[in-house]
Nanobody, 113 residues
Framework: VQLQASGGGLVQAGGSLRLSCTAS????????VTWYRQPPGKQRELVAA???????NYANAVKGRFTISRDNAKDTVYLQMNGLKPEDTAVYFC????????WGQGTLVTVSS
């Protein structure tokens, strides 16, 4: 299983980005897809998760600003990030668990003040 994350970049505070995580298998069979991030010099932390039934969960720091969604037809999970803040600067990873852990390669988001 491979996860391809994309969509990162440099954006000014208040701006928006949409991250994509595309799987090499049908995500229809994946129970939960999760986005994590790792800020510079800090530990990896959960950002948002979505189940196969469409239930979502968000870290308090991103509630109301980020939206996670999935398109089973495209085998892709999205993370729409609005109202970005400098503290959102991090490498963002997508993650699934199917008998073992699978991580995407990460995509860098840099928010300038």
């Amino acid at each position: 299983v491979q996860l391809q994350a994309s969509g990162g970049g440099l954006v000014q505070a208040g701006g928006s980005l949409r991250l994509s995580c595309t799987a090499s298998i049908s995500i229809f069979s994946i129970n939960t897809v999760t986005w994590y991030r790792q800020p510079p010099g800090k530990q990896r932390e959960l950002v948002a998760a979505i189940t196969s039934g469409g239930s979502t969960n968000y870290a308090n720091a991103v509630k109301g600003r980020f939206t996670i969604s999935r398109d089973n037809a495209k085998d892709t999970v999205y993370l729409q990030m609005n109202g970005l803040k400098p503290e959102d600067t991090a490498v963002y990873f997508c993650y699934i668990f199917m008998n073992r852990r699978y991580w995407g390669q990460g995509t860098l988001v840099t928010v300038s003040s």
